[in-house]
């Protein structure tokens, strides 16, 4: 069976044919993320299946987007696409458009059923990935199979509350997972802290522009103690959220991935792995292992989605 996988970026769309068994990829067709609205969106994710596959080889498209997906395929909004501020029906506009089965899943879903299917979530049925990176995302696997939840909301680890009345988050609230492990709300941290006058390697390297995952490993491997405070309060937040969620689902395995995460390591693993409590009843945490680092995990992901309805 031949899937055309779809990944919808703020900067780029990319399609290119997988085979959902292996992840083996051929052909590819990429434009840039149009910033002239919704419309234009759609008919640049036609554009791109219809260049891939003149022929209509493929009877099934995934589309991954960065935004929150509903189990009908409408996506509620897109915060990284110009223009993508209120619900779209994906699914419903291009399945008429591209006459094919056509599945919409949300990106970091997708990044997470690749790990599940062909990296190194392969083998349980219970798993949660997790992403992090300028935020964190993750991806919840129940049973061998995606859970989405019927608002899109299922494993949206990064808003889990890890301290109460803690740092402020982006989405506005406090405390959540994301203020404190993910690049931004670590930029902002370090910011605050250099802005009183505790000056530290982390705003230093990254200067005017935004701190990146090298910045925090440079940081780290100077021995800077402002950062290690920061990787410290991000491992611990990832530790509670991970710990908790591992306890109440009972899970298999977590698999870590992201910019931070593939720089940082297995020594920012095993700090997490040492901070994280499961349960309490005397059974050992289960296991955390680093991501594949699958090339075109999203469109590997979205393939496999659609595959997974036929
Ligand atoms: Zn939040």
């Known amino acids: 069976m031949t899937v055309i996988g779809v990944d919808v970026g703020g900067t780029k769309i990319l399609a290119r044919f997988i085979d959902p068994e292996t992840g083996a ?29 003149p022929d209509r080889t493929a009877t099934h498209v995934g589309i991954g987007v960065p935004g929150l997906v509903d189990g009908e395929g409408v996506v509620a909004r897109c915060p990284n696409i110009t223009g993508w501020d209120s619900p779209v029906d994906v699914r419903g506009e291009l399945t008429p458009r591209l006459d094919r089965v056509v599945v919409v899943g949300n990106d970091v879903n997708c990044g997470a059923l690749a790990e599940h299917r062909i990296g190194a979530g392969k083998g349980v049925d219970d798993l949660l990935v997790v992403f992090v990176g300028t935020g964190v995302g993750g991806g919840l696997i129940l049973d061998g199979k995606l859970r989405v939840g019927h608002r899109g909301l299922a494993g949206e680890i990064g808003h889990l509350t890890v301290v109460g009345d803690g740092r402020p988050c982006g989405c506005g609230e406090d405390g959540h997972l994301e203020a404190y492990a993910g690049k931004a709300g670590m930029e902002r ?122």
């Open 25 to 53: 990829a051929s052909g590819r067709v990429k434009v840039p993320t149009p910033k002239t609205g919704t419309a234009d969106v759609l008919d640049a994710i036609a554009g791109v299946v219809d260049e891939l596959d």
């Open 189 to 310: 941290e370090a910011r605050a802290r250099a802005a009183a006058g505790e000056r530290n390697a982390l705003a230093d390297l990254a200067g005017d522009s935004a701190i990146k995952s090298r910045h925090i490993e440079q940081a780290l491997e100077s021995g800077d103690s402002v950062a290690e405070s920061i990787i410290d309060d991000a491992a611990n937040a990832l530790a509670m959220g991970i710990g908790n969620l591992a306890t109440v689902l009972d899970l298999d395995r977590v698999v870590l991935g992201g910019g931070v995460v593939d720089k940082l390591g297995q020594p920012f693993l095993d700090q997490i792995s040492q901070s994280a409590h499961f349960g309490g009843f005397g059974i050992e945490m289960c296991e955390l292992v680093l991501a594949k680092r699958l090339d075109d995990a999203g469109v590997v992901g979205a393939a496999i989605l659609a595959a997974d309805a036929a």
